[in-house]
Structures are given as C-alpha cells and as structure tokens.
Nanobody, 122 residues
Framework: VQLQASGGGLVQAGGSLRLSCAAS????????MGWFRQAPGKEREFVAA????????VYADSVKGRFTISRDNAKNTVYLQMNNLKPEDTAVYYC????????????????WGQGTLVTVSS
C-alpha cells in the first residue's frame, strides 16, 4: 500500500495550488481519504476528508471556503484544491486513508503518504 502525494511548491499569499495523492497497491473505493498538514514545530493537524461516494466532506475551520477536497475513485486519487493561500498554510501536507469512518483524528487513519511541502510567502 502506497500513497504518493504531489503538487506542493512555493506560492505567494493569495495564490493557489492543487495537491494530488495517488493510492496504489489496493483499491480504496470504499475508504475515507483525507489530508493533514504539519508545520515546523507543530503537531500534525487535520485539513479535510471525504467519503467514498464524495457526498460527505469535513473541513478544518481554518480552511473552510478556501480549500476543496475531491476524489477520482477510478484513479484511486484524492485532490486538494487550495485557494487564497495564507502564510499560515505553510506546512508539509500528507494524504491518508482509513476505512474506519470519516473523522479528523490522525490515529484513525491507517495509511499515510510521504508528504509534500507547501510554502506560502507573504
């Protein structure tokens, strides 16, 4: 089981980035796929998650209205569209997968990608 995240980079405040996370090794068609982030010196925090059908999503308050999670089950891929980025969004972003229900706790997620760095300059 592997999760490969990509799409990070350096962007100015107010800009946009789209992260992708491709899953391989098994089908994740019935799984919850989510995004977390970890800034230097801080704990990993929840960003967004989506159920298999795509009709139930959860967002952290800090990203509501700016970030959008989506998925393509045929490609075993989840996306995170990030708009109006702020310097405080700077972090390593991780994708994760669970079959244990939609939730925000990192411990609920069983598989993790390697992370992709997002840096937002002011």
């Amino acid at each position: 089981v592997q999760l490969q995240a990509s799409g990070g980079g350096l962007v100015q405040a107010g800009g946009s980035l789209r992260l992708s996370c491709a899953a391989s090794g098994r089908s994740f068609g019935s799984s919850i796929m989510g995004w977390f982030r970890q800034a230097p010196g801080k704990e990993r925090e929840f960003v967004a998650a989506m159920n298999w059908r795509g009709d139930n999503t959860v967002y952290a308050d800090s990203v509501k209205g700016r970030f959008t999670i989506s998925r393509d089950n045929a490609k075993n891929t989840v996306y995170l569209q990030m708009n109006n980025l702020k310097p405080e969004d700077t972090a390593v972003y991780y994708c994760a997968v669970t079959r244990r229900g939609l939730g925000t706790e990192p411990g609920r997620y069983d598989y993790w990608g390697q992370g992709t760095l997002v840096t937002v300059s002011s």
